[in-house]
C-alpha cells in the first residue's frame, strides 16, 4: 500500500509545528506519511518572516506580512515557548521577556533548523484552488509555482490549513474618507513609525494592533496619536501625546469628526480595525467562515473540520497562546492522521463544539479570556504526548501581563517573568524599552 | 440545439466593449449567444472607477484600482473617442481635449446604459479557477460571490478575458530599501497627491506614471521631484522643481544613492516601475505570459490565444490607442464568436503572429510605436462592421501630442483637437490645468 498523503499550506509557525510533529514521531522510530508543505514566500516563518513589502509580494500575491520595524513581542516570551525546545537550549544565556521580532524569529528557525524539515517545504508555491472528491476522499490541489509561473496539481489524502488570519486587511468605510487628504492604510501595509515623526495621527481601533502601533508611533516621535475605538477604549494609563476618543463618523478634508462632538486636523490614518479569515483557494464546503474569536465554529477541538474532519486548520482562533497553541494542536493533528488518535462521530463532535461555543458566549473580562484559552489548551495537551506544561502558570503570567499594561504602558516590556520548561528566570534587558531603538538581533544579544 | 455560452472577466472597458458588441449585433436582429460577464469589484468601469482603498478591497481581493484623485487623461480624447458613440452624443455640447477621469468614466457609461447590458453583469464575483475539458472543448469556471461567501462553478463555450494589465505592481528591490525611513509605496497605491506637499519626493520609472505622478506632484505643492531612469529619461522641458537622475543604487536611511554618483535625502518614494500581466484563475496552458508591450505574443490579431482560440483575451496590449482598441477587438471576438468570421489553421495564425512580432523588435522611435499600433487597429477595422474612422488622423494626433508634451509637460492638456467622429473642434477648458484643482465633473463641465 502506498503511503498516505498530508498536504500542509503555510511554513508559519502552525505549519512548521505541524513538520516538527512529524518529525518528532519519525526520531520515535514510527512510520510518518509523505508530508509536503507548500509556502507562498520565498522563506518560512509566516508574519514573522519580515518584508518591507506591502499590497502585493515580488510575484503578484497578496503580501502575506502585517509586521513591521521595531515589532516587540507583545505578551511575555514564556507564554509562548515552546515545551519541546526552550528559549535556554537555543539562546544559550537566559534573555529578557519580550525580545524583539528578529530574536523570535531566530527562535523559530531554531527548532526547525535541528530537524531537516526545509526539504519538505515547497517554496514560492501558492495554493491555487483545491477540489474534495466525496468518493475517493482526495483533495486535488491546484499549485502555482511563482518563480516559473506554472500550474500543476496533485492529490492528497489530508490537508492542514496553516495559512494564517491575520494577513487580510478588514478595512471600514468612513464618509468622506475618499478626499481626505493625508495618507490612509490599514495595519497591514504599516512597515514602522519612521514616517509619522511629527505627524498628527488618527488611528482606528482598540485592540493590540491599535495600542502598540500607537504606542510605537508615540516612542518613535509622532507629534500625537490620537485612537478612536468602536466599543470601548483601551483604557489603559496613557502618557501625554495619546489619547483616547469614541469613534470616527466622517472627514471633512484633513479634518475628523468624532461621535463625541469632538473633531481634529490629522496627517494620517491608520486603520487598525481587524483582519478576515480569508481562503480564496477553497470551495465553499470546505472553507472556514468565522470572525477572529476565540473558538471559531465547525472546528471539533478547535482543528478538525466538523464536515469534513480529514480537513484540519490550524491556528484560526484568536491568540493568547500562539506558539505552544499550535504545537498542541499539530500534534493531536498528526496522531489522527497516523491513526493513533480517533474522533468520535459527527453528532458527539458536533455537541463538544457546542459545548466551547455556549462557554465562549458566556466570557466576559479578558481574565475570562485567558481562562478559556487555558482551558482549551489543557485539553489539546491531555490528546497527544507534546510535553506538558504548567498552564495555569502560563494563565497567572497573561494576567500579570494584563495589569502590567493597565498600568504603563511603556514600561510592562521591561517586566520579567520564569520559564514554566525549564524554570529560568528571564534577564532584565540591557536598555529600557522606551530608549531601545534598534530591533536588531545583534544589539539585543549584544552584553 | 441550446446557445452557446460566453464568458467575460471583467467589466472595464474592454469587458464592456464586448457586451455593447453583442447588443449591437442584437439590435441588428441577429441570434447572439448567452452572454455573462463577470465582475469582481461593485460596479463597472474597471480602472476608470475610482477606489480609495489600496492593497486589498472590501472584500480581500487585490484591489484593482490603480487611478487616483487629480488624473485627467494624458491624451487627447479625440484619439479614444467611440466610433458608435461620439462624446457630442454623450455631453451634447463640445468639451476640452483632456477631461479628468469622472468625465470620462460618465462617457463610458454613457454608452453602456443606453443598453440593457447591466444585467448581464454579476458583480461582486471574482473569477477563482478554471478549467478546460480538451474533449468537449468547454470551459468550467470557478466563481466566487463575495458578497455572501459563496463559491460555484458554472461551464461556458468561450470565455474572454478583459481583466487588465496594470493593477498587479512589478516591484522591483534596491539595496537598503527596507531599512528607508520614509514611505514607500507603488503607483498602484498612489491615491493624490496631497499627502506629498512641502515633501521632497522620489520617483523610480521614466514611461507615464512617473510623468503624470511627478507632474500632479509638482502641481500640488511638492517641494521638490526626482525621476531616476532605468533606461533612458523622460526627456521633456522640465519645469523648475522637477529633475532626471540616473537609477538608484540603493538607499542608506532616508538617503538615496543614484548611478552618477549623487545622493540627496527623501521624504518618500513611489515606484513607478509598471505592472505584471496576472492571471492567477488561469491555468498554465491557457495563461498568456507576457511583459507589457505592444504585440504580446501567442494572440493572434492580438486577441485570439493561439492554442486554444476559444480563448480570448482583449485589452492585453500596451496601449497608444485604447477605448476604440477595444471596441474595434471586441467586434472581431464576437464575430468570431458568431461564426461569421473564420480564422485559419493554426500555423498560419503562428505566421501572422511572428510576422507582427518581428516588426515590433524593429520599432525604434515613439513615432514608430503609434504607426505600429495604428497598423494594428486598421487590420482589426477591416475584419468587423465597427463603424470605421479615420485612423491616420487619429496617429497624426497622437504624434502632435508627443510634440505638445516635450515642449511643455505643464500646458500640452490646454491643446484642442478635432474629432474623427464628429469633426466637432474640442472647446477650450474655462481653467488652465495648472491653475484647475478641482477634477470633478461637476466643475469640469460648470459655464
Ligand atoms: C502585527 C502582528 C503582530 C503579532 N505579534 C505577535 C507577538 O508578539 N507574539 C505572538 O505570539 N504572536 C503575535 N502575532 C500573532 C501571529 O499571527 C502568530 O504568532 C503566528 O505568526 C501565527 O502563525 P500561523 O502559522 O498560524 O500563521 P502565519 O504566521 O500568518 O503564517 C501563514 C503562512 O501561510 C502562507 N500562506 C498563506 N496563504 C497561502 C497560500 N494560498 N499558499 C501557500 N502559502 C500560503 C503565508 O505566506 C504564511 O507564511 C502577531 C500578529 C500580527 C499580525
Ligand atoms: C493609472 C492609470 C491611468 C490611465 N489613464 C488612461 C488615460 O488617461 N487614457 C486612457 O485611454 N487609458 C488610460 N489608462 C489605461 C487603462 O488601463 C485603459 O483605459 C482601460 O481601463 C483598460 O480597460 P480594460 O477593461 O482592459 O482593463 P481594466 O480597466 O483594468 O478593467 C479590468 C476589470 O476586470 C476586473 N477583474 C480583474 N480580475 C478579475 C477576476 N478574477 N474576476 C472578476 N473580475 C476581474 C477588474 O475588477 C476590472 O474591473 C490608464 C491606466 C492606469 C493604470
Ligand atoms: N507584537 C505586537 O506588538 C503586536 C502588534 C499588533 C498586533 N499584534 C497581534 O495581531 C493580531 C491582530 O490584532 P488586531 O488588533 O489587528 O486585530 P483584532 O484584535 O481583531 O482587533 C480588531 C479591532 O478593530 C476594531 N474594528 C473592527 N471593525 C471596526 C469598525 N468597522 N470600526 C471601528 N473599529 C473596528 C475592533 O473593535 P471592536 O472591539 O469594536 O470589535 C477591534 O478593536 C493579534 O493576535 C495581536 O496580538 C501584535
Ligand atoms: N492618465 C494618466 O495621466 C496616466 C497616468 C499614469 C499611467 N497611465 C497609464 O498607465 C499605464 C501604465 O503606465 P506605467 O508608467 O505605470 O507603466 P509602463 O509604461 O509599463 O512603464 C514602466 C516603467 O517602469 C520602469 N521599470 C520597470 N522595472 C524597473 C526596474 N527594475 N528599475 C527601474 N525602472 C523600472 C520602466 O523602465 P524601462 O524603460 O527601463 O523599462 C518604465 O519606465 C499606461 O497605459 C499609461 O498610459 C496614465
Known amino acids: 500500500m502506498s503511503k498516505k498523503r498530508v498536504a500542509i499550506i503555510g511554513a508559519g509557525p502552525s505549519g512548521l509545528a505541524q513538520l516538527r510533529a512529524f518529525e518528532a514521531a519519525k526520531k520515535q522510530g514510527l512510520e510518518v ?43 511575555p516570551k514564556e507564554c509562548l515557548e515552546f515545551s519541546d525546545y526552550s528559549f535556554d537550549e537555543h539562546f544559550k ?9 528578529p530574536v523570535l524569529f ?19 508555491t501558492t495554493v491555487r484552488w483545491i477540489n474534495y472528491n466525496e468518493d475517493t476522499k482526495k483533495f486535488k490541489i491546484v499549485l502555482d509555482n511563482l518563480k516559473i509561473d506554472k500550474t500543476y496539481s496533485e492529490e ?30 490599514h495595519a497591514h501595509d504599516f512597515r514602522g ?56 463618523k466622517y472627514f471633512k478634508g484633513d479634518t475628523a469628526f468624532f461621535k463625541d462632538g469632538t473633531s481634529q486636523k490629522f496627517d494620517a490614518v491608520i486603520m487598525c480595525t481587524g483582519y478576515q479569515h ?35 486548520y490550524l491556528g484560526m482562533q484568536d491568540q493568547y ?44 473580562s479578558s481574565h475570562d479570556h485567558v481562562d478559556f484559552q487555558t482551558a482549551y489548551i489543557k485539553e489539546l495537551l491531555a490528546l497527544s504526548d507534546y510535553p506538558g506544561f504548567d498552564v495555569d502558570k502560563v494563565a497567572e503570567m497573561f494576567k500579570e501581563w494584563l495589569k502590567d499594561k493597565d498600568e504603563n504602558i511603556l514600561t510592562y516590556r521591561d ?6 520548561v525549564t524554570g529560568t528566570m528571564a534577564e532584565t534587558h540591557h536598555t529600557e524599552w522606551m530608549d531601545e531603538l534598534d530591533d536588531s538581533k545583534e544589539r539585543y544579544l549584544f552584553e
Open 156 to 185: 492528497f489524502d489530508y490537508l492542514v490549513v496553516a495559512s494564517g488570519h491575520f494577513s487580510t486587511p478588514n478595512m471600514p468605510y468612513f464618509t468622506g474618507i475618499e478626499e481626505f487628504t493625508g495618507q490612509v492604510m
Open 106 to 124: 531566530d527562535y523559530i528557525q531554531g527548532r526547525i533548523k535541528k530537524n531537516n524539515v526545509r526539504d519538505y517545504i515547497r517554496f514560492n
Open 415 to 420: 517586566k520579567t517573568f520564569k520559564s514554566v
Open 33 to 75: 506519511p509523505e508530508v509536503v508543505c507548500f509556502e507562498k514566500q520565498s522563506n518560512w516563518g509566516g508574519m514573522w518572516n519580515f518584508s518591507w513589502r506591502t499590497g502585493v509580494g515580488k510575484y503578484g500575491e497578496p503580501a502575506h506580512g502585517s509586521m513591521y520595524k521595531y515589532l516587540w513581542s507583545n505578551g
Open 321 to 364: 497562546y500562539t506558539f505552544n497553541m499550535f504545537d498542541a494542536q499539530a500534534w493531536v493533528a498528526r496522531d489522527f492522521i497516523m491513526d493513533r488518535y480517533k474522533i468520535p462521530t459527527k453528532a458527539e463532535r458536533r455537541l463538544d463544539i457546542n459545548k466551547w461555543l455556549v462557554e465562549n458566549e458566556r466570557l466576559k
Open 193 to 248: 513609525a519612521d514616517p509619522y515623526k511629527d505627524q498628527n495621527l488618527l488611528i482606528i481601533g482598540s485592540s493590540y494592533s491599535a495600542e502598540d502601533i500607537g504606542v510605537q508611533c508615540h516612542k518613535h516621535g509622532a507629534k500625537s496619536v490620537t485612537l478612536s475605538y468602536r466599543s470601548k477604549p483601551i483604557g489603559v494609563n496613557w502618557p501625554e501625546g495619546i489619547t483616547e476618543v469614541p469613534l470616527l
Open 93 to 101: 544565556k537566559p534573555i529578557s521577556s519580550y525580545p524583539p521580532r
Open 278 to 312: 480569508k481562503f480564496p483557494f477553497l470551495p465553499d464546503e470546505l472553507r472556514l467562515k468565522t470572525k477572529n474569536n476565540l473558538y471559531p465554529d465547525h472546528l471539533y477541538k478547535g482543528i478538525f473540520f466538523n464536515d469534513t474532519p480529514n480537513l484540519i
